[in-house]
C-alpha cells in the first residue's frame, strides 16, 4: 500500500501543507460556538495537522464527542481517569505530543480557570501541566459581550497572556443570545489561518512592510478603462506572508476581488495616480516597501465625462494617452530618512532577467523580483527569480503563498532595520 505521508516526504517544502507533521491538541470548553469546532477540525486537518480533540463536560452538551472523533479520526479525551493511557497520565501525555493547544472556544469560566491555575479536569489540567516552552497555548474566547467585557473577564485575560498564552480574536457581531458585540469566536478558517500564522518564524517583528498589490484602472469614460490581468494573488500572498513574520503591514490593492489578509490594513484604490497618493505619504512609516502592482504605464489625459458614443462615420474614437507617475522610483529616490527599503518585480513576457536587471537598475532599488507575467497572472502558483547586486536567485515553481514566504525570508536576510 501507499504511504501518503511517505510521498508528501518526497515533496518540496514549499508544497507541503502549512500544518504538516504538527499535531494540535484541540480543547472545548462550553459555549454554542462549538459547533464551529466541528469545521475547524477539518480545516487544520485538510492543512495537514493531527488533532486530537480533548473536551470538557461542558463542551459535550454543546456536541457530541462522537462528532468531534469523526471529524479528528481520533477517539476524544474527556476525562482525567481515561483508561487508555496506562500509566493514568493523560494529562502529560497529551501535553507532550502536542505542538501547541489550542482551547475553542475559551469560555470566560475556562479561562477563569487558567488565570486560577486551577486543574479540576482534564482540559485545564493539561494546560497547567504543558511544558510552556515547548508547547504553546492559544486560546479562542467565545462569549456573551457582557461576559466578554466584564472586568473580571478582562482582568482575566491579562492574567493568561501574562503567563504566556496567545489569545485569538474574539471577533464583534451577532451572538447567539440575539445581542450584538465582541465575544465571537473566530471563524474556522480565521482560527486555522491564526494557527498557521503562529507556526511562521517572525523575522519581520517590529517592522512595518507597505505592498502595493493587483492591477490599476484607467478611466476612458464612465464604462471603459484600461487595466491589465494582475489579479493582485502574488501581492496579497505577500502581504499575507509579511503579516504572517510579525511585520505591520498595510497594502494598498488596486481593483481586485481578494479577501484582506487578517492583520493587514488594507486600503482600496483604482487608478495608479490613486495608487501614488495612497502610498506616498506612507511610504516613510514603513520600513519595507514591496510594488506588486502592475500599474498602467499611461492613462487617458483627460477621462471623458459621458460615455463615448459612435459618430456613424465608422472611424474609432483617438484620445491623447500620458505616462502614469512611476511609484516605485519615486519612493525609491526618497531622501535616505524617508526611504524604506524597496522590492520591486518584473511581470515581462520575455528576457525575463535582462529585463529585471535593467529595472534594478533603473529604479535604483536593491532587489527585483521577476515573473513572466502571461505565464501567472489569475494563477495559484508562481515562478519567480531574485535579482540583485549580488546575481540572480530562482525560486523554483511553487504556490504564490510559499513563494511569498520565501521571499519574506530573503527580504529579512538582505534588510537592517534601522536604528532606533
Ligand atoms: N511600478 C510602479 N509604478 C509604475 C510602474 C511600475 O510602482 N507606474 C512598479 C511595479 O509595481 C513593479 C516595477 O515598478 O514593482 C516594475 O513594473 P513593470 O510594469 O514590470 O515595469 P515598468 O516600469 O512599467 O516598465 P515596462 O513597462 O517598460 O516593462
New binding site residues.
Given amino acids: 500500500m501507499i504511504n501518503p505521508t511517505a510521498l508528501m516526504e518526497c515533496r518540496p517544502m514549499s508544497t507541503l501543507p502549512d500544518l504538516h507533521l504538527k499535531h494540535i491538541v484541540l480543547g472545548l470548553s462550553g459555549g454554542i460556538a462549538c459547533y464551529k469546532s466541528a469545521e475547524l477540525v477539518r480545516e487544520l486537518v485538510r492543512a495537514g495537522a493531527t488533532v486530537q480533540v480533548v473536551m470538557t463536560e461542558a463542551a459535550t452538551q454543546f456536541i457530541t464527542p462522537v462528532t468531534m472523533q469523526a471529524l479528528s479520526n481520533r477517539s476524544v479525551y474527556l476525562s482525567q481517569w481515561d483508561a487508555r493511557e496506562s500509566n493514568a497520565m493523560a494529562h502529560i501525555n497529551l501535553s507532550r505530543e502536542a505542538d501547541a493547544i489550542l482551547v475553542a472556544p475559551a469560555s470566560a469560566d475556562f479561562i477563569a480557570k487558567l488565570a486560577q491555575g486551577r486543574a479540576d479536569e482534564l482540559l485545564s489540567l493539561l494546560c497547567l501541566a504543558r511544558p510552556v516552552d515547548r508547547c504553546p497555548l492559544l486560546l479562542a474566547p467565545a462569549m456573551n459581550r457582557e461576559m466578554w467585557a466584564h472586568p473580571a473577564t478582562q482582568r482575566n485575560l491579562v492574567q493568561v497572556k501574562t503567563d504566556g498564552a496567545t489569545v485569538l480574536g474574539p471577533a464583534a457581531g451577532d451572538q447567539a443570545c440575539g445581542e450584538i458585540g465582541d465575544g465571537r469566536m473566530l471563524e474556522a478558517d480565521e482560527l486555522r489561518d491564526e494557527l498557521i500564522a503562529f507556526f511562521q518564524p517572525k523575522l519581520l517583528a517590529g517592522r512595518g512592510v507597505l505592498v502595493?498589490a493587483g492591477p490599476t484602472f484607467e478611466a476612458i469614460d464612465p464604462v471603459r478603462g484600461i487595466t491589465n490581468h494582475s489579479s493582485g494573488k502574488m501581492g496579497f500572498a505577500v502581504a499575507r506572508a509579511a503579516a504572517e513574520a510579525g511585520a505591520r503591514v498595510t497594502l494598498v490593492a488596486g481593483p481586485v476581488h481578494l479577501p484582506t489578509p487578517r492583520h493587514v490594513r488594507r486600503i482600496d484604490v483604482s487608478s495608479?495616480q490613486q495608487?501614488?497618493d495612497a502610498v506616498l505619504p506612507l511610504a516613510a512609516q514603513h520600513d519595507i516597501f514591496v510594488?506588486?502592482?502592475?500599474?498602467?504605464?499611461w492613462r487617458p489625459a483627460a477621462a471623458g465625462t459621458h460615455k463615448l458614443k459612435k459618430d456613424g462615420s465608422g472611424r474609432p474614437p483617438t484620445f491623447e494617452l500620458i505616462?502614469?507617475?512611476?511609484?516605485?522610483?519615486?519612493?525609491a529616490r526618497l531622501p535616505p530618512a524617508q526611504r524604506p527599503w524597496c522590492?520591486?518585480?518584473?511581470?515581462?513576457s520575455h528576457d525575463l532577467v535582462r529585463?529585471a536587471r535593467e529595472?534594478l537598475q533603473?529604479?535604483a532599488v536593491p532587489l527585483?523580483v521577476g515573473n513572466l507575467?502571461p505565464a501567472t497572472f489569475g494563477r495559484d502558483d508562481n515562478t519567480l527569480v531574485l535579482v540583485d547586486a549580488a546575481g540572480e536567485h530562482e525560486l523554483p515553481a511553487a504556490p504564490k503563498l510559499a513563494l511569498a514566504r520565501q521571499l519574506v525570508r530573503e527580504i529579512a536576510a538582505r534588510h537592517t532595520p534601522r536604528p532606533t
Avoid: S
Fill in positions: 502595493t495608479a495608487m501614488y510594488a506588486t502592482a502592475a500599474v498602467a504605464d505616462e502614469n507617475p512611476d511609484i516605485l522610483a519615486t519612493v522590492v520591486g518585480f518584473a511581470a515581462e529585463h529595472k533603473r529604479k527585483i507575467g
